[in-house]
């Protein structure tokens, strides 16, 4: 049976600030008026008038176009970011698609840095951003606007990443496949509990550290309010007592290398990615050498690039990596 993650979890699909509007255009009246229609959302900029069916769609964000992806659109413009290849869009888009086929507006991590020129010349009909504490993509609405009817949905941290899903499927008027994807999540987390049980690992009775390299000096502890966090708490995981924030809210717990010791687990994944450090060719060489899931070989590797990517495509990632590792098939990485 599916884990109820949405009682685990309770998310408001309109709680973030997108409310469909009531009324819905079905002529194109008016100059640049589409031609299948129109209808009318609610969202962090106001009131938006958008195709009532958009063919190109331009995101700017990418776990937007993740969720866009996922619900079934095309998406003719969006942003990279560092990495080997792909843009660095992999963990964001469904396995079979390949980053380099898209119009990327920036190869940039900062929400602003947009090619308003790039975008324009991808010819998107509707364009959805988002709000952040930031605020930069509204202060540039009006540019946006001029291209496409243009919608920012309201990010406010790691946790938004289930919530966008549902409001993205607002602004396309999909909402019934998002509650699919949702499903098929649960679905997925569901079938990886059988399976580490039937491997002999109790989640409940099993802390899982996450270690992420930041930098020479600096470790840093992912808590179960980091997109990480999140997945392995949905798996019903336990965590070190010293990775968990006790005031709550905060995605990491930054360390030294001198208190490593905070990093120990029953297993630990070390997580590494694009612009962090690599990882120790073995882990039973130097500071980590004490660590007792070092001592009994269950010591893992994740690529941050996927574990910090905050979709539902990254969550299966997750759910699928830790699975792996826990019932045997990952060799470990000692």
């Known amino acids: 049976m599916p884990l109820p993650l949405r009682t685990l979890h309770p998310v408001p699909v309109l709680g973030l600030g997108l409310l469909l509007a009531a009324g819905c255009s079905t002529g194109g009246e008016g100059p640049g008026a589409p031609e299948g229609g129109s209808r009318t959302v609610e969202a962090a900029n106001g009131t938006v008038e958008v195709p009532a069916e958009p063919e190109n769609v331009a995101v700017l964000w990418r776990p ?38 898209f119009d990327v507006v920036t190869n940039s991590p900062s929400e602003e840095d947009i090619n308003i020129g790039e975008l324009a010349s991808a010819g998107p009909d509707l364009i959805i951003g988002v709000q952040t504490q930031l605020g930069t993509q509204a202060e540039m609405l009006e540019d946006l606007e001029q291209i496409a009817p243009t919608v920012l949905l309201e990010w406010e941290g790691t946790g938004s990443w289930r919530s966008h ?14 509650e699919e994807a949702v499903s098929e999540y649960e679905e997925a987390v569901a079938r ?21 390299l930041q930098n020479e000096s600096e470790i840093r502890l ?39 010791g905070s990093a120990d687990g029953d297993a630990v994944f070390v997580l590494t990615g ?19 899931a ?31 590792a826990l019932t045997g098939e990952t060799e470990p990485a000692v």
Not at 65 to 90: F, I, K, N, R, Y
Not at 196 to 209: Q, V
Not at 238 to 243: C, F, I, N, V, Y
Not at 274 to 292: K, Q, R
């Open 165 to 178: 899903l549902d409001q993205v499927a607002e602004v396309l008027d999909v909402q019934e496949r998002a």
């Open 64 to 101: 937007t176009l993740a969720a866009a992806t996922q619900l079934g659109h095309d998406v003719v413009a969006t942003m990279g970011t560092p990495g080997e290849s792909g843009q660095g869009l992999e963990p964001f888009l469904p396995p079979d698609a390949d980053g380099d086929e």
């Open 294 to 324: 070092v001592q009994e070989e269950q010591v893992f590797h994740g690529d941050h690039d996927v574990w910090g990517a905050a979709s539902y495509y990254a969550a299966h990632h997750i759910v699928e990596e830790v699975t792996a």
């Open 222 to 260: 992912e808590t179960p309010s980091s997109f990480p966090g999140q997945v392995v708490d949905d798996l019903g995981f336990t965590r070190p007592d010293e990775q968990v924030d006790p005031e709550g809210g905060t995605d990491f717990v930054p360390r030294s290398y001198e208190n490593l």
């Open 192 to 212: 990886a509990r059988e399976e580490l049980s039937e491997a002999g690992t109790d989640p409940a009775g099993t802390e899982l550290s996450l270690v992420r």
């Open 274 to 292: 694009s612009g962090y450090p690599e990882a120790p060719e073995a882990f039973s060489e130097g500071v980590w050498a004490n660590l007792s």
